[in-house]
């Protein structure tokens, strides 16, 4: 039950990167989430977001276009292992216990969702992944998307900036 909420938590990281707020968590779920996130490194991040590309790069729909081999893939495995055991048994200890005393064990799951989120910022926020994400620009209808935005109220936002 445990080791699945932490799959699930860390695979939850990545939904919450991407749409922001979509958990909640109690004043002890928040504690353990500012914990995770405090104690961990910029290296103990790259390496969470590391697994998760490791992980999802192994689905059908992706696995061509990663060359990630399976001595990697345990190596990523083993090694976030040993991140997560240390940050839920050892420094956010205290944190873990209240939230899964008071939240359940769910609260795993969504506490390493926030951590995930944090650590996809990150990377998100690199400059050479800005650059290609911004080429999506390039292939969106900008009559369609201002259409859209005067739809809906708010037509100011659809004038382009000058």
């Keep these: 039950m445990v080791r699945r909420s932490i799959r699930a938590g860390v695979a939850a990281a990545t939904v919450c990167a991407a749409t922001p707020n979509v958990a909640h968590a109690s004043s002890f779920g928040d504690t353990l989430s500012k914990c995770l996130v405090d ?8 390496l969470l977001v590391q697994w998760v590309f490791s992980a999802i790069s192994a689905g059908p729909a992706v ?6 081999t399976p001595t990697q893939r345990e190596d990523f495995n083993r090694r976030t292992g040993v991140y997560f055991n240390r940050l839920l048994t050892v420094e956010c200890r205290p944190q873990a216990i209240e939230a899964i005393k008071f939240d359940g064990v769910s609260s795993i799951e969504t506490s390493f969702g926030a951590l995930g989120g944090v650590a996809m910022r990150g990377l998100m926020g690199d400059p050479l992944v800005q650059k290609e994400l911004q080429q999506l620009g390039s292939f969106a209808d900008p009559k369609a998307m201002a259409a859209l935005i005067v739809e809906a109220g708010n037509p100011k936002a659809a004038t382009p900036a000058k």
């Design 63 to 68: 696995k061509a276009l990663s060359t990630i």
């Design 39 to 46: 104690h961990s490194s910029p290296a103990d991040q790259t």
